[in-house]
């Protein structure tokens, strides 16, 4: 999907990219009255994919990657670490620009797979993926990330990689006669998990007593009040902070568990 362009986000940096100067009339009043629409726990429903495109769509593409895969917000993540005034976006996207600007004068979508594939492969789920195989004692290969096809797939025209809507178009091909058509058709299918729901329901327990009651705040990172604020709108059902709950959840049994920076003063 990274190399070939399949996830619905590299559909998302195609249509930016045909806005063209218009992206930023759409970052102001159309994402205001985004926030009106109903707030639903759906699996990546239709209003959190509206509002987030819209908060991202005037951005250049390595920091529409950032955005739309991420949980925070800058304006959000300087609230959340109470940092109005200290953390810009400079140093938030330092990352992704630096990868960004190794491709000038390339298409979005190639110019979000390359950041992709400087960072959310291989510090995210490629990471992942080897820590909990090994874990296991499983040998996970991925034969789709020899250098030989990345190295093909990036030299393909954008075309080969993502004919709107459709993405991974040369592997499509290939497989053209070898597989169903239905195979070959079918959409895009993630590996979603009911997050959001769980959160108000089996582990609400679990959430509030990692977060809440000052426990995100005794760590240093975090401003308590905007936490509690968030578990509220999540549980009266206001709004979806489910990536934000759960990251902050992760980052705070990390922060205070014995592989944490707090370990070593033990």
Request: one cysteine or more; proline letters at 7%.
């Amino acid at each position: 999907d990274e190399l070939f362009a399949g996830y619905p986000t590299y559909l998302a940096h195609q249509l930016a990219d045909h806005l063209g100067p218009a992206r930023g009339l759409l970052a102001g009043p159309a994402l205001s009255l985004a926030g009106l629409l109903p707030t639903r726990y759906d699996n990546v429903s239709r209003d959190y994919q509206i509002k987030r495109f819209l908060a991202g769509v005037a951005q250049p593409p390595p920091r529409r990657a950032a955005i739309w895969l991420g949980a925070f917000l800058p304006p959000e993540v300087r609230e959340v670490m109470g940092r109005p005034d200290d953390l810009a976006d400079g140093e938030l996207f330092e990352a992704h620009d630096r990868h960004g600007r190794a491709l000038p004068g390339r298409d979005g979508v190639t110019t979000a797979q390359y950041v992709d594939l400087r960072t959310y492969m291989a510090d995210g789920i490629l990471t992942k993926v080897d820590r909990a195989s090994m874990a296991c004692s499983v040998e996970v290969r991925v034969p789709l990330l020899d250098h030989r096809v990345a190295e093909l797939a990036f030299r393909m025209p954008l075309s080969m990689r993502r004919r709107s809507p459709m993405g991974k178009v040369a592997l499509r091909q290939l497989m053209t006669g070898r597989l169903p058509m239905p195979v070959l058709t079918r959409p895009k299918k993630g590996f979603g998990a009911p997050v959001a729901l769980w959160l108000r329901g089996a582990g609400r327990k679990r959430m509030v007593d990692t977060l809440s009651g000052g426990a995100a705040g005794r760590t240093g990172w975090f401003d308590q009040a905007v936490v509690d604020r968030l578990i509220e709108e999540h549980l009266r059902g206001r709004a979806d902070h489910r990536r934000r709950l759960w990251s902050l959840m992760v980052l705070v049994e990390w922060l205070r568990g014995e592989f944490g920076p707090a370990a070593s003063d033990r």
